[in-house]
T-cell receptor
């Protein structure tokens, strides 16, 4: 089993839709969790960290489920500009064993 | 904050030559930097972990003599692709990790290498 798994997609959704991605991880010692966004032919950029109690940044909501070992990202009111690949990442304390998932591709259609 | 630069952004070279890529953390010190490679439409692939002042740790299947990594200071790591061949053509991305409990990685803009 891979350390971090994501559905590769693509998720094709209409503008304005709500879409959610999950990311499962196998290392129960994982302490830090992140969502990154990568546009085509560009570097990944940190979208948001994921906190234990869940956190929201505008249209984006991230949640952590330690019991089931997954994190999720919810995007509300999708925009065309949200089209990208979304990578989750997990690490142990102090950034040890930092592992990226393979990414989920999202296409928001007009 | 947390800006990482990478130079050059694009390089085209002849087969057999060596190419050096620099990765700098501009506004923070990074004890650890990472080098990734990404082929078109594929996932990020970790090549090596670079720790300041010590030897890099290479992932399985990555030749350390071909991909030389130097992390001489807390703000600079370099990757040298030696005797490059067309199959080394790829998008090389570095990241620098912040210190502290979270250890977030911030990426440089990447270097697109084309070997003719």
């Amino acid at each position: 089993r891979k350390e971090v798994e994501q559905d590769p997609g693509p998720f094709n959704v209409p503008e304005g839709a709500t879409v959610a991605f999950n990311c499962t991880y196998s290392n129960s010692a994982s302490q830090s969790f992140f969502w990154y966004r990568q546009d085509c032919r560009k570097e990944p950029k940190l979208l948001m960290s994921v906190y234990s109690s869940g956190n929201e940044d505008g249209r984006f909501t991230a949640q952590l489920n330690r019991a089931s070992q997954y994190i999720s990202l919810l995007i509300r009111d999708s925009k065309l500009s949200d089209s990208a690949t979304y990578l989750c990442a997990v690490s142990a304390l102090y950034g040890q064993n930092f592992v990226f998932g393979p990414g989920t591709r999202l296409s928001v259609l007009p | 904050g947390a800006v990482v630069s990478q130079h050059p952004s694009r390089v085209i070279c002849k087969s057999g030559t060596s190419v050096k890529i620099e990765c700098r953390s501009l506004d923070f010190q990074a004890t650890t930097m990472f080098w990734y490679r990404q082929f078109p439409k594929q996932s990020l692939m970790l090549m090596a972990t670079s720790n300041e002042g010590s030897k890099a740790t290479y992932e399985q299947g990555v030749e350390k003599d071909k991909f030389l990594i130097n992390h001489a200071s807390l703000t600079l790591s370099t990757l040298t692709v030696t005797s490059a061949h067309p199959e080394d053509s790829s998008f090389y991305i570095c990241s620098a990790q912040t210190s502290g409990r979270a250890g977030t990685q911030y990426f440089g803009p990447g270097t697109r290498l084309t070997v003719l």
